[in-house]
């Protein structure tokens, strides 16, 4: 099934809005430090750093203000080697921003974005010519839940059929709670995960959103039309529902400094599997190795392990894989 995404040799292309973010040190209080780093945020620019991390093209497409924050966002994700040269700098409506509170094992965070530069996306982006030779189109939940024309952006992109894209439509559910009315996401979000080719949702979320005692075979009842629908199950393992049949593989033992950008991190890795033409044994892998590169850092974004080491974990019997490979993830 693999061989299926490699239908062309364009870049992959992810959508979303991206912010600037402040974080106090992981041990601090937010009311109490005296620092604040500043770095860039959102998940879909998070898929497209580490896909260009791992070698693959990849665009951006957004919109920032034309202020100190939106230049800051557009030089970051720009190092990564992101072409960003298609997000539209907004003279009239500021860069988003977003504040990190660490609260024990999780982090809290506090979004002021309400009519962010991003916010006004409507579907004119998918007019964008990077669409016209993409490999994948990467949208998020995150998106739908910022306006009612972010909102017609991804409702319309999934709308197109297969046959009208030379790209295959990568979805993350990505469920964000304070960015939804109440009562409205489960419904939205669930439509515009069954209309993906590739559906990346979390057990947890799945929970939250539509039953508490769901299993992962029961969200592939709920979401029965991706040609591939990956459930992640925290820390623990990572379900892939295919036409291959069904396929787990644990996740890495790896030390959480702070979990935010992990699911981004694995969407990358798996996705890159998958563009490679590898089996879904080493999508999942590669996903779990990148993910665990965002777990061991307090930014969106950390630094992956050398190809070689990548290599290594990929090539382990599964056995040795489930046993631990994470203590040696880092050499």
Known sequence: MTSEWRSTEGAVV??????????????????????????????????AMYLADLGIPVSWLSAVGDDPLGRRVLAEVGAAGVDVSGVRCDPARPTGL????PTGSRTRVHYYRGNSAASAMGPDVLDDDRLRSASILHLTGVTPALSPSCRSLVATALTVPPADRPYAI??????????????TA????????????????????????????????????????????????GGHSAIAFSDEGVRTVPALDTDVVEPVGAGDAFAAGVLTGLLRGEGMERALRLGHITAASALKVTADHGPL???????????????????????????
């Not at 977003?98 to 509170?101: F, G, N, P, S, W």
């Not at 990568?170 to 009315?181: E, Q, T, Y």
């Open 186 to 233: 489960a419904t939205v979000l669930r439509d515009l995960a069954d209309r993906a080719d590739i559906t990346f949702v979390g057990l947890d979320e799945a929970r939250e959103l539509w039953d508490p005692d769901l299993q992962p075979a029961d969200v592939r009842a709920l979401l029965p039309h991706p040609r591939l629908l990956v459930v992640k199950d």
């Open 170 to 183: 990568s979805f993350d559910v990505n469920h964000r709670p304070a960015l939804w009315p109440p009562g």
């Open 14 to 47: 992810c959508i979303g809005e991206t912010m600037a973010a402040l974080a106090p040190a992981p041990s601090s209080s937010l009311e109490c430090a005296d620092d604040l780093r500043v770095s860039v945020a959102g998940a879909e620019s998070n898929v």
């Open 98 to 101: 977003l504040v990190k509170e």
């Open 305 to 331: 392990p050398d190809n070689a080491r990548i290599e290594w974990l990929l090539e382990l019997p599964a056995s040795e894989w489930a046993a631990g490979a994470g203590t040696s993830f880092c050499g």
